[in-house]
């Protein structure tokens, strides 16, 4: 099974660099990390805040037709959001996707990991679960039930994890402070802002130093761990009660016991973090920048932030030279009653951030709507080239190898070309049958070890070329069938002896 991308370490890497940006110290009166920590602290409020993203046009010349017009439709996306948090766990926001071709309006309700979205143009609530498909190394020998807690708990204890991260981050070189008066929800505040600027090498270096502050600090990490144990204790006894007698349940009523056994792993995954700041890359490279802006009231509340990015998209072949994102916001009712909204869930799409998701998402659409034309024709979202060597010179890559049997059919390896397209693989072991699912075109392909015959949509179909056949554990089909039955083509490069599937 190939490796998982860790898809959501951008992301994540942006909040830990907003937290890195707050220094530990008094600058000129003001504590940042005072108020990044009483930002933590907070557990209601409104808000208000745009997202943009802009890309840089570059050389388009050998750009098709198409390509060109998603990229003049994309070159200016904004998200706008109003936002209710009703605490640690519940929070709203009503917003709209606004872009060339039009604005897409959404509602969403976030209930710990999980987020509850309405959107126009979808004919369906979407649910996703953050933490459902989540290929996370330490929880996996949880209990399920503590599995899907864990996220939840995670947020209960989100001050001790900002004190953990306060406390092991280093002052940015570039920052100054100084008073202003500005408008909060139409409320004229006296503020100070904290202005700050970072490159993308000088981001990578205070991410590599926190995290090795982190990893140095045994005690503070020991510290949340505890904290995190005593959120998720409820969760333990409540399955004891009920009847779950498994022993890893038992095991995890001991708390030192557990401590001691998650810290190791939970050490090495945040040594892998660390391994994965890799400067030469886009969001860490010298070409990169940041600027951020926060305003900081009386309370040592942050009320405003105006953040920008600048990331080269040096290995970009869509056109474009660089991203931009801007963020604006501005909040008000701090710890004040505030009631956020539900979003209807009855019939929902259940899903998970895995590779099928946004098939799913498609095939819940509306195609004569923005959003599908969006995601369909302008980010292109299923667009996919796989290309596999046949001459076992990628033998080194954790995914099987495709081959070239004796009859001279080339022969790949189903689940990894299946998953890579975004179809859900299924696998019965009694009847030795592979199942397909295919959300992009709605088909269900069926096809039998050692057998020429096969199904789609229960309708059987020419015999294959070859017969599916196991070798080295992993299920192999001929290439054409897979391909065309998903609506892939196939070439072949003689040279190099790379056999490509193209999807658009």
Same mark, same amino acid.
């Given at each position: 099974?190939?490796?998982?991308?860790?898809?959501?370490?951008?992301? &994540?890497?942006?909040?830990?660099?907003?937290?890195?940006?707050?220094?530990?110290?008094?600058?000129?009166?003001?504590?940042?990390?005072? =108020?990044?920590?009483?930002?933590?602290?907070?557990?209601?409020?409104?808000?208000?805040?745009?997202?943009?993203?802009?890309?840089?046009?570059?050389?388009?010349?050998?750009?098709?037709?198409?390509?060109?017009?998603?990229?003049? /439709?994309?070159?200016?996306?904004?998200?706008?959001?109003?936002?209710?948090?009703?605490?640690?766990?519940?929070?709203?926001?009503?917003?709209?996707?606004?872009?060339?071709?039009?604005?897409?309006?959404?509602?969403?309700?976030?209930?710990?990991?999980?987020?509850?979205?309405?959107?126009?143009? /979808?004919?369906?609530?979407? $649910?996703?679960?953050?933490?459902?498909?989540? @290929?996370?190394?330490?929880?996996?020998?949880?209990?399920?039930?503590?599995?899907?807690?864990?996220?939840?708990?995670?947020?209960?204890?989100?001050?001790?994890?900002?004190?953990?991260?306060?406390?092991?981050?280093?002052?940015?070189?570039?920052?100054?402070?100084?008073?202003?008066?500005?408008?909060?929800?139409?409320?004229?505040?006296?503020?100070?802002?904290?202005?700050?600027? *970072?490159?993308?090498?000088?981001?990578?270096?205070?991410?590599?130093?926190? *995290?090795?502050?982190?990893?140095?600090?045994?005690?503070?990490?020991?510290?949340?761990?505890?904290?995190?144990?005593?959120?998720?204790?409820?969760?333990?006894?409540?399955?004891?009660?009920?009847?779950?007698?498994?022993?890893?349940?038992?095991?995890?009523?001991?708390?030192?016991?557990?401590?001691?056994? $998650?810290?190791?792993?939970?050490?090495?995954?945040?040594?892998?973090?660390?391994?994965?700041?890799?400067?030469?890359?886009?969001?860490?490279? =010298?070409?990169?920048?940041?600027?951020?802006?926060?305003?900081?009231?009386?309370?040592?509340?942050?009320?405003?932030? #105006?953040?920008?990015? #600048?990331?080269?998209?040096?290995?970009?072949?869509?056109?474009?030279?660089? +991203?931009?994102?801007?963020? $604006?916001?501005?909040?008000?009712?701090?710890?004040?009653?505030?009631?956020?909204?539900?979003?209807?869930?009855?019939? /929902?799409?259940?899903?998970?951030?895995?590779?099928?998701?946004?098939? !799913?998402?498609?095939?819940?659409?509306?195609?004569?709507?923005?959003?599908?034309?969006?995601?369909?024709?302008?980010?292109?979202?299923?667009?996919? @080239? +796989?290309?596999?060597?046949?001459?076992?010179?990628? &033998?080194?890559?954790?995914?099987?190898?495709?081959?070239? #049997?004796?009859?001279?059919?080339?022969?790949?390896?189903? !689940?990894? %070309?299946?998953?890579?397209?975004?179809?859900?693989?299924?696998?019965?072991?009694?009847?030795?049958?592979?199942?397909?699912?295919?959300?992009?075109?709605?088909?269900?392909?069926?096809?039998?070890?050692?057998?020429?015959?096969?199904?789609?949509?229960?309708?059987? %179909?020419?015999?294959?070329?070859?017969? /599916?056949?196991?070798?080295?554990?992993?299920?192999?089909?001929?290439? !054409?069938?897979?391909?065309?039955? *998903?609506?892939?083509?196939?070439?072949?490069?003689?040279?190099? !002896? %790379?056999?490509?599937?193209?999807?658009?």
């Amino acid at each position: 099974m190939y490796s998982k991308k860790w898809t959501w370490l951008i992301s &994540a890497a942006l909040v830990i660099m907003m937290l890195t940006l707050t220094g530990c110290q008094s600058i000129q009166g003001l504590e940042l990390a005072k =108020a990044v920590q009483n930002g933590a602290n907070v557990k209601s409020s409104e808000s208000k805040g745009t997202l943009q993203l802009e890309l840089v046009p570059g050389d388009t010349s050998k750009l098709s037709a198409g390509e060109k017009a998603a990229l003049a /439709a994309l070159q200016d996306v904004k998200v706008e959001l109003a936002v209710k948090t009703q605490d640690s766990q519940r929070l709203s926001a009503e917003g709209k996707i606004i872009y060339s071709k039009g604005t897409i309006p959404f509602n969403v309700a976030m209930e710990g990991t999980k987020i509850n979205l309405s959107i126009e143009g /979808a004919k369906q609530p979407i $649910v996703i679960d953050l933490l459902g498909g989540a @290929d996370i190394s330490f929880l996996s020998f949880l209990p399920k039930t503590i599995q899907e807690q864990f996220g939840n708990k995670l947020l209960e204890i989100k001050s001790g994890l900002i004190e953990l991260i306060l406390a092991n981050t280093t002052d940015p070189a570039n920052l100054a402070i100084t008073s202003v008066t500005d408008k909060v929800n139409n409320e004229s505040l006296s503020l100070q802002k904290a202005h700050v600027e *970072l490159s993308g090498t000088e981001l990578a270096s205070l991410l590599q130093k926190l *995290l090795a502050n982190v990893l140095a600090d045994e005690a503070g990490l020991k510290k949340v761990l505890s904290q995190l144990y005593d959120a998720l204790a409820p969760v333990i006894q409540e399955q004891i009660a009920a009847g779950d007698k498994s022993i890893t349940l038992s095991l995890l009523t001991n708390k030192d016991l557990t401590l001691g056994f $998650v810290y190791s792993p939970i050490h090495d995954y945040l040594a892998g973090l660390a391994d994965s700041i890799d400067p030469t890359k886009d969001m860490f490279s =010298a070409k990169a920048s940041l600027q951020a802006d926060l305003f900081i009231d009386s309370d040592k509340q942050i009320r405003k932030q #105006n953040i920008a990015i #600048n990331m080269p998209l040096t290995k970009s072949n869509n056109g474009a030279t660089a +991203i931009k994102i801007s963020y $604006v916001s501005e909040s008000w009712n701090l710890n004040k009653p505030v009631t956020a909204s539900k979003v209807d869930t009855s019939g /929902a799409l259940q899903l998970k951030p895995d590779a099928t998701a946004i098939f !799913r998402v498609l095939a819940t659409l509306d195609k004569q709507s923005t959003l599908y034309k969006m995601l369909k024709n302008d980010l292109q979202v299923t667009k996919k @080239d +796989i290309n596999m060597v046949t001459d076992g010179s990628g &033998a080194k890559d954790d995914a099987p190898q495709p081959f070239i #049997n004796a009859t001279g059919t080339t022969m790949v390896p189903v !689940r990894f %070309v299946s998953e890579q397209l975004g179809a859900e693989v299924g696998w019965n072991g009694d009847l030795r049958q592979v199942t397909i699912t295919d959300f992009l075109t709605g088909k269900t392909l069926l096809l039998t070890l050692d057998s020429k015959n096969a199904t789609v949509n229960g309708s059987a %179909v020419p015999e294959l070329e070859s017969a /599916a056949t196991l070798s080295d554990n992993s299920t192999f089909v001929p290439i !054409r069938f897979i391909a065309e039955q *998903l609506g892939c083509v196939v070439s072949f490069n003689n040279e190099t !002896r %790379v056999v490509t599937i193209h999807r658009d």
